[in-house]
């Protein structure tokens, strides 16, 4: 990622590993719109779960992992829009979820939640018409 432009902040264990800067707790909250990524490594899926409970935004989450027991169980725990194993998060994007052209994005549960085309922003109205139906 170094060749491409990514800047790289990360906690002390992942610091070790490569020449990377290091992630302050602002780094664990922060949105950066630009090529930076920052990388914590957890010991447990526990330590994962609790890590984001105290960071997360509820947009989208990623972990990396080759156990498929821990995969799912990360995806059931995370309240998040969209979460992701062994995946860019990059993908949560209307016009990659098929919604045409992205108009916004919500972190909401209700009543649209992710990214959002065309159709989250329409509202209903009902006409009836009848001439003495009961239900």
């Given at each position: 990622m170094k060749a491409d432009g990514v800047e790289l902040r990360g906690d002390d264990e992942a610091c070790q590993s490569s020449?990377?800067?290091?992630?302050?707790?602002d780094d664990w909250a922060t949105e950066y719109n630009a090529l930076i990524m920052s990388?914590?490594?957890?010991?447990?899926?526990?330590?994962?779960?609790?890590?984001?409970?105290?960071?997360?935004?509820?947009?989208?989450?990623?972990?990396?992992?080759?156990?498929?027991?821990?995969?799912?169980?990360f995806q059931a725990a995370v309240d998040s829009a969209a979460v992701y194993v062994n995946a860019s998060t990059r993908f949560t994007d209307?016009?990659?979820?098929?919604?045409?052209?992205?108009?916004?994005?919500?972190?909401?549960?209700l009543h649209v939640r992710g990214p959002?085309?065309?159709?989250?922003?329409?509202?209903?109205?009902?006409?009836?018409?009848?001439?003495?139906?009961?239900?």
């Open positions: 020449a990377m800067k290091a992630a302050s707790d990388v914590k490594v957890v010991g447990s899926l526990q330590e994962a779960l609790d890590h984001i409970r105290r960071f997360s935004t509820h947009h989208s989450e990623a972990i990396i992992t080759e156990n498929k027991a821990t995969a799912a169980a209307g016009f990659e979820f098929g919604f045409g052209a992205e108009i916004g994005i919500s972190t909401q549960k959002m085309g065309l159709e989250a922003l329409v509202s209903y109205k009902y006409l009836v018409d009848g001439d003495g139906q009961v239900r």
